[in-house]
């Protein structure tokens, strides 16, 4: 996906439900203050939201 952008086989609602886990594992993770648990899922967090944005971008450019 990232060499080629190309996102058609990727499902927006389910990147979208994925990204709304990792982040609320995030938030559990601060507030028990538990670092492996912040650090995993904030980069999960990241990369499946990374993903998300190149697969919105792409439906909108249609």
């Not at 982040?23 to 999960?44: H, K, M, Q, V, Y």
């Amino acid at each position: 996906m990232i060499r080629t952008g190309d996102t058609a086989a990727i499902s927006a609602r389910m990147y979208a439900l994925t990204v709304i886990g990792f982040a609320l594992w995030t938030a559990f993770g601060i507030l028990r203050t538990e670092w492996p648990i912040i650090l995993t899922n904030s980069i999960c967090f990241c990369l499946s939201g990374y993903i998300l944005i190149r697969k919105i971008r792409a439906h909108t450019q249609r």
